[in-house]
């Protein structure tokens, strides 16, 4: 199948603002880019790119004063497969843990395992370790929380969404991840384009999502406590310990977001020309 997809940000600054920007798709995906996701500024500005510590290509501008867009519109090709289920994947003990996943067990800026690590023992102790546990753990989140995007706040903690049991996709991934890396489970938290694809309407508005990846037995596997089942057409974009690592765009200066779009939608291969 092929996925078109893109987004158009609209900017206003008061003055010249530098930004940092994660909007590429991410290296793993690219091969399966047909038009690629290149950025484009109206006015045109000049653009620098760099890989952060995750692997994530990031990109830097100097906004200038006044509006500015930023959009792409790029074509993928997808194997239309949904998301992968193993239920014989095992849980890894922590003294065998490869030494670039244990980051992804320690608390961060949104996910306080100091916190909740009395609460995740108690809810999880109980269950098969491995898969799952994972999937027990993206059970009672889904459960959990009231999604709604009125109850979203970029400030929100994974202790916060337990106690307030409300929220957005990025609240519930950083609920479970939290919750994973309470049980010893490696976490690290996804964001890139989920569409609609192989899902019954009514359809909302499209958003970039916010997803999970647990490591078991030797692999990263993705997880989706929002939606709670395997998905097709999900586009990977940005990976690291929670949302303070993959922010759409980092701004050193005061801005206005005056309009969001994000699109992804299937291409009937029959309509293209």
């Known amino acids: 199948m092929k996925i078109r997809l893109g987004y158009e940000l609209i900017y206003n600054c008061p003055q010249p603002t530098p930004m940092l920007l994660t909007l590429s798709v991410h290296y793993t995906r690219v091969s399966d880019l047909i038009i690629l996701d290149h950025i484009i500024s109206d006015p045109p500005i000049p653009l620098t790119a760099y890989r952060d510590n995750y692997g994530n290509w990031c990109s830097r501008i100097v906004a200038p004063k006044g509006r500015l867009s930023l959009s792409t519109d790029a074509l993928l090709r997808d194997c239309g497969l949904p998301d992968l289920i193993n239920l014989q994947a095992r849980q890894t003990p922590v003294a065998e843990l490869p030494d670039d996943t244990l980051i992804f067990l320690l608390g961060s800026r949104y996910c306080e395992t100091d916190r909740l690590s009395e609460t995740a023992w108690?809810?999880?102790?109980?269950?098969?370790?491995?898969?799952?546990?994972?999937?027990?753990?993206?059970?009672?989140?889904?459960?959990?929380?009231?999604?709604?995007?009125q109850h979203a706040r970029c400030t929100k903690t994974a202790w916060e969404v337990y106690q307030e049991k409300s929220g957005v996709c990025r609240d519930y991934a950083h609920l479970a991840i939290t919750l994973c890396r309470c049980m010893n489970i490696p976490a690290r938290y996804c964001t890139g384009y989920l569409g609609d694809m192989g899902t019954p309407p009514p359809y909302g508005v499209m958003d970039f999502a916010g997803w999970f990846e647990a490591y078991l037995d030797g692999h990263w596997y993705i997880f989706d406590a929002r939606n709670n089942m395997p998905r097709i057409g999900r586009v990977l974009i940005a990976r690291g310990?929670?949302?303070?690592?993959?922010?759409?765009?980092?701004?050193?200066?005061?801005?206005?977001l005056e309009s969001f779009m994000v699109r992804t939608d299937e291409v009937n291969e029959a309509c293209m020309v």
Do not use: K, M
Not at 122 to 145: K, M, Y
């Open 241 to 256: 310990r929670d949302a303070a690592d993959v922010p759409i765009s980092c701004s050193f200066g005061p801005n206005t």
């Open 122 to 149: 108690r809810l999880f102790e109980n269950t098969p370790s491995g898969w799952l546990r994972v999937q027990a753990i993206c059970d009672f989140v889904n459960q959990h929380i009231s999604f709604g995007y």
